[in-house]
């Protein structure tokens, strides 16, 4: 009779749990970044959220294209249509030729250099907010805003010094220039008529390599710099009176030879400069070439990311880590077409078992 008993509270238990639905602790949480997705066609961009909702994700990330008034209204249908599939939506907002005042010069990648210090943040407070009101005005809630993109290289944010490394003057250039770009951002994000209760998340570290060849152009420790922003000439610029920091942006893209090795150093190293009062939240992670796989150790690519999101798994025991965006849908999961990848199928198994 009390084994009955049991058995019969155990199932009662078991019926509530799948009433309520999984728990919504951002730890069980994952996505999938498609950047650029609202230039597709109508029909690439359905499929495309279809295809991502289908493998179990949660989370979309991605940001506007422009601040044209054809660009608003290109993001406004896209995060429409990641609302019809039930996405959270995770928005990337970062700086863009309209918000400066004069013609920006071209560096070595052949990209514009883009300097935080010398954005024109009236310009770029406007644009975010015509964003944000054509988004209100269509009735779309967005989730969370990364704002910026692995600004501690020097080819998303030029006031990370080219060729050496940075100077104190040249560091404290840095932190006020993406403190004011955060704090400017932050402010009309949470502006009543917009988003007040949006997650907001720093800039996803794009981790630069001290030991590897050439010149340098990343900042060093960079997690230790972000650190920084607690206390810039007196002012914290990660939590004051107008808003607070929800997350901690990170990009892990590991060694496809040493999957376990790379993403617990870097994940470890970041949690240890920024501490624990926030989360990490892994806006971008992956491989860097996809011609690496099989790997050396003659794994595929679908043994591979298994591996990854079982070593992000095993650390989420031991560290705070948010939702995890999986970098790129259309070049890692799907082809040209729009038909999902071998690969893919590990995402569905993923949240399968979740």
């Avoid at 989730?143 to 100077?167: I, L």
Wanted: charged residues 25%.
């Amino acid at each position: 009779m009390i084994f009955k008993n049991a058995l019969c509270r155990f199932a009662g238990i078991s019926a509530l749990i799948m009433m309520l639905g999984p728990p919504s602790a951002s730890a069980s949480e994952f996505g999938i970044d498609r950047s650029g997705l609202s230039l597709q066609s109508p029909a690439i961009q359905e499929k495309t959220f279809e295809n991502i909702r289908g493998l179990g994700a949660s989370w979309f990330r991605d940001g506007p294209t422009s601040g044209s008034a054809q660009g608003v209204a290109n993001f406004v249908n896209e995060v429409r249509l990641a609302k019809q599939q039930r996405l959270k939506i995770l928005v990337n907002i970062v700086q863009m030729d309209e918000d400066y005042d004069g013609p920006l010069p071209i560096h070595d990648h052949g990209w514009k250099a883009k300097k935080l210090s010398q954005i024109n943040l009236d310009k770029f407070t406007r644009r975010l907010s015509t964003l944000l009101s054509a988004l209100k005005a269509a009735d779309l809630a967005i989730d969370a805003v990364e704002f910026g993109n692995e600004d501690d290289s020097y080819y998303y944010d030029a006031d990370v010094p080219s060729e050496h490394r940075a100077t104190t003057d040249e560091l404290h250039i840095w932190l006020r220039g993406y403190g004011e770009f955060l704090r400017a951002g932050a402010t009309v994000l949470h502006d009543p008529r917009y988003y007040p209760d949006a997650k907001i998340v720093t800039f996803g570290i794009a981790h630069g390599c001290d030991q590897c060849g050439g010149p340098p152009r990343h900042l060093s420790n960079p997690a230790k710099i972000v650190a920084m922003l607690k206390n810039v000439d007196g002012f914290n610029y990660l939590n004051n009176a107008s808003y607070r920091v929800d997350g901690y942006g990170t990009h892990i893209y590991a060694s496809p030879n040493d999957v376990d090795g790379s993403v617990t150093r870097m994940l470890r190293e970041d949690a240890a400069a920024v501490g624990s009062d926030k989360p990490l939240w892994v806006t971008e992670w992956g491989f860097q070439d996809i011609k690496a796989f099989p790997n050396k150790k003659g794994h595929s690519l679908s043994r591979t990311i298994q591996e990854f999101l079982d070593v992000l798994d095993r650390l989420r025991g031991q560290l705070s880590i948010g939702p995890i965006m999986f970098y790129r849908y259309d070049t890692w999961l799907a082809d040209t077409s729009g038909k999902l990848l071998p690969q893919a199928s590990v995402f569905s198994d993923y949240a399968a078992k979740r």
